[in-house]
Nanobody
Framework: VQLQASGGGLVQAGGSLRLSCATS???????VGWYRQAPGKQRELVAT???????NYADSVKGRFTISRDNAKNTVSLQMNSLKPEDTAVYYC?????????WGQGTLVTVSS
């Protein structure tokens, strides 16, 4: 499986963006998620969604971000609302299974104040 993230860009604080992660293969057997890395900081978990559809969020994005998956289309999305300057980072999609972990290239999200 290969992952291709898109949807990043420049947005004002309070705005919204939707990130998408297209995959080259079937993802029904993977737990998938989004991570981010801000300048000078370590990569951190943003949200994950299991094979069964259970979602988990970082406390900092709860109530603002929503992760979803479409196994038929092999895509993963992250709807980001009420964006804050501290959400500025490169966002990466991830697919994890018992036998492999795959990372996509990042997409940059910049939130201006």
């Amino acid at each position: 499986v290969q992952l291709q993230a898109s949807g990043g860009g420049l947005v004002q604080a309070g705005g919204s963006l939707r990130l998408s992660c297209a995959t080259s293969g079937r993802i029904f057997n993977y737990n998938v998620g989004w991570y981010r890395q801000a300048p000078g900081k370590q990569r951190e978990l943003v949200a994950t969604i299991t094979r069964g559809g259970s979602a988990n969020y970082a406390d900092s994005v709860k109530g603002r971000f929503t992760i979803s998956r479409d196994n038929a289309k092999n895509t993963v999305s992250l709807q980001m609302n009420s964006l804050k300057p501290e959400d500025t980072a490169v966002y990466y999609c991830n697919a994890d299974s018992p036998i492999s972990t795959v990372w996509g290239q990042g997409t940059l999200v910049t939130v201006s104040s």
